[in-house]
């Protein structure tokens, strides 16, 4: 089976090479012999000189083979030091072989950038082009409630939240898709998203006394676009903060190569039944409360799309804990 394999098509095109020139010197060694030197000392001299040219160029080859292969190695490093998001472009010259390749490769990667950002600014667009014309339809709905036609106004006002809801989830996953696919992968700080959402819900929710604690390590980072860590880690404490009686907490570490976030409440908790239920779009824990059952649903494509996941389980104050799991950036 023929190989594949670089180094050892090296190995071996030297290992020929070296067996050539050991001939050669072979027969150079014989002629010399034949005519300068006794017989006796002549086989010692002859296997002695065989053995010190094999030696030193078996060395030669086998320096030459790792100084050819240096260059691959460092192009590994090279791409991996692109793919985990600490470089933008392959740096760096390599063998005339190869650099072809890493060019190519670098105008890869910045024609990528240019479409990621392309693509995201075509999704912001029509994101503002429909909230524009739903704003003044939720307007309308305000304008026909004072009027008196209530029922009305409520319906159109479920639609528009409804709708925007829709919009936002979409944007959000057009947002991490980009942001998966980016050269340069999107970093937040957990601690500063974790501590000013808290810090408005604790304003929002200050008529029911409610404690909001945040235990997050401030060298916590993930590799999540800020926008996209505020809609999920804000969706978490917003469902927590409904359903607490008086405590919610939030708290990071880190397993494996992962930064992983629970938060607690003290609240009612879920049946086991339900919790992998309320993860799918539309469904709400309350069917009774306001929403559009998208918010744990956005939590879970979210997400996945960075390579995340979230689960609820039962809490240790009581109520729920939802976990939250996200690759950490380096």
Known sequence: MQSRSLRVRLFVGGLIWMVVLMAAAHVVVVVFATYHIPARTRITIHFSTLAAIGVAFLAVGLWMVGKALA?????????????EGRAQRIEGTYPSEVQPVVDELNL????????????????????????????????????AGAGGQRELAA???QQVERM???????????RAAASGAAAVPARSAVSES?????????????????????????????????????EMLGNLLDNACKWARSRVVIRSSEEGGDVVLTVDDDGPGLAPEMRDRVLDRGVRIDEAAPGSGFGLAIVRDLAELYGGSISLEAGPLGGLRARLRLPKHP
Request: charged share 35%; with cysteine.
């Open 71 to 83: 260059p691959l190695g460092e192009l590994r490093d090279r791409l991996t030091a692109v793919r």
């Open 108 to 143: 890869l990667l910045e024609d990528r950038e240019r479409r990621i950002a392309h693509a995201l600014a075509k999704a912001g667009d029509l994101a503002h082009g429909l909230k524009t014309p739903l704003a003044v339809l939720a307007q309308e709905a305000e304008r």
């Open 155 to 157: 319906t159109v006002g």
């Open 164 to 174: 925007r809801r829709q919009i936002d989830y979409h944007l959000a996953q057009a």
């Open 194 to 230: 974790a501590e000013g959402l808290c810090r408005t819900l604790a304003r929002l929710h200050a008529d029911r006394e409610l404690s909001i604690e945040t235990h997050v390590a401030p060298e916590h980072t993930v590799r999540v676009g800020r926008e996209d860590l505020d």
